[in-house]
Structures are given as structure tokens and as C-alpha cells.
Nanobody, 116 residues
Framework: VQLVESGGGLVQAGGSLRLSCKAR???????????MDWYRQAPGKQRELVAT???????EYGDSVKGRFTISRDNGKRTVYLEMSSLKPEDTAVYYC????????WGPGTQVTVPG
């Protein structure tokens, strides 16, 4: 299975973006049974857990993004989404999705840039 992120770009502070992550090659039962995460890594910093969605669609968020980001999933499309709003310069990072149990490898990520 290959995780492929998309949807990043350059956005002004206060703007919004929607990131997508498709698990290419996964079967429905495998994807729908997986807890999925979004992480981000800013230059010179460690990778940070941003959001998690369970198989029952329960969600958790890092303190820095609570109230601004929303994680969701479409099992039929084998895709996880991250809706980001009220973006800040400190949200600038490469964003990655990840299977929580680590069974699938990291994808290439998608760059989000919010100029200061």
C-alpha cells in the first residue's frame, strides 16, 4: 500500500486548505479497519501528530490545531482528509498521513506554506 498526500500549497494567513491522502492499493476492509493519523514536520523540528481518526470516526487533535482543523475519512475512496482553516504561519510544514499502527510506510507528504 502506498500513501499519497495531495492538496498542499501556498495560502495566506487566515485562509483554508483541504488535504487528501489516498491509500493506493489498499482493500476496503483493510483501510476501513485502520486508525489513520495526520502528522506534520516543520523545518528543523520533529514530526508532530496533528490529528487522528478511528475506525468509528472518533477524532482527536493536537492542541495547536484544535478548533481549526478537521480530520475525516471516506472508506469507499480509501482516503483521509484534513480540512484546515484559520491557517497561521506556524502551520507551515510538510503534512503526512500515516496508518496509526505503522503497517504502511510514510508517503512523500504535501507542503503547506503560510507566509508570515
Amino acid at each position: 500500500v502506498q500513501l499519497v498526500e495531495s492538496g498542499g500549497g501556498l495560502v495566506q494567513a487566515g485562509g483554508s486548505l483541504r488535504l487528501s491522502c489516498k491509500a493506493r492499493g489498499s482493500i476496503l476492509s483493510d483501510f476501513s479497519g485502520s486508525v489513520m493519523d495526520w502528522y506534520r514536520q516543520a523545518p528543523g523540528k520533529q514530526r508532530e501528530l496533528v490529528a487522528t481518526i478511528t475506525t468509528d470516526r472518533n477524532t482527536e487533535y493536537g492542541d495547536s490545531v484544535k478548533g481549526r482543523f478537521t480530520i475525516s475519512r471516506d472508506n469507499g475512496k480509501r482516503t483521509v482528509y484534513l480540512e484546515m482553516s484559520s491557517l497561521k504561519p506556524e502551520d507551515t510544514a510538510v503534512y503526512y498521513c500515516y496508518r496509526h499502527d505503522g503497517v504502511w510506510s510514510w508517503g512523500p507528504g504535501t507542503q503547506v506554506t503560510v507566509p508570515g
